[in-house]
């Protein structure tokens, strides 16, 4: 990869970042990529958001008014495989009309990989070394349940209202389970994060036990 005057090696993101007056956009993939405000943010959803910044920075400089939706619309009409060609043909004229010269900001557009080679070689971010957390995927699981047995319990009550379903005392259970295929034992799978996996033996014979 080739060097600008500063000693930087080239980047086509750099360049539309200040092209299209981007300010602040470097800053924000770094931030999403690295995950420093929540969970991560995949290359090529950052490249999808980056490339509606780009459109809607090129709407902005014919003096067009920019709402998000729109622009998020008009960019999958231009870049989406599941538009027809007479769709995308007449979006490209109506901006073409409003002055947007559609090829060259659809050269402007960055793939994943150029998102990649931006934030790791011209900023040099680097991904930390996360290891899973048990206990919070434990906690992403025992929410999934909970949220499962309330929609469940929902669901089995209007049927109840509506005669669908005979009127009995029911109790729901709401369990993910998972079995050892090497011994057999059944574990509800939060135990097993526990545990930190089955610790059956080499040898041990396939003979179900349940492990509550």
């Not at 931030?31 to 405000?37: A, F, N, P, S």
């Not at 089995?156 to 009127?167: F, I, K, M, N, Y």
Request: charged share 35%; aromatic share 6%.
């Amino acid at each position: 990869m080739s060097s600008s005057s500063d000693g930087k090696p080239n980047s086509k993101v750099a360049r539309v970042i200040e092209q299209y007056d981007l300010s602040g956009w470097g800053d924000r993939l770094e931030r999403e990529w690295l995950g420093e405000t929540g969970a991560r943010t995949s290359l090529r959803d950052l490249a999808d958001t980056f490339n509606r910044a780009v459109l809607a920075a090129a709407l902005r400089e014919v003096g067009e008014a920019v709402i998000e939706d729109d622009v998020a619309s008009t960019y999958h009409v231009l870049t989406g495989d599941d538009v027809s060609q007479a769709d995308t043909l007449r979006k490209e004229r109506d901006l073409e009309r409003l002055g947007v010269d559609v090829d060259e900001v659809r050269s402007d557009f960055v793939t994943h990989q150029a998102i990649h080679t931006y934030l790791t070689k011209y900023r040099e971010a680097e991904l930390a070394d996360r290891t899973p957390d048990p206990d919070a995927k434990i906690d992403t699981i025992e929410r999934l349940e909970g949220r499962t047995a309330a929609v469940s319990e929902s669901t089995l009550d209007g049927l109840v209202r509506a005669e669908v379903v005979s009127e009995r005392h029911y109790e729901l259970f709401v369990d993910v389970r998972t079995v050892c295929e090497d011994c057999g034992t059944d574990y509800a799978l939060v135990d097993l994060i526990r545990r930190g996996g089955c610790d059956c033996a080499e040898g041990t014979t396939n003979e179900s036990v349940t492990q509550d």
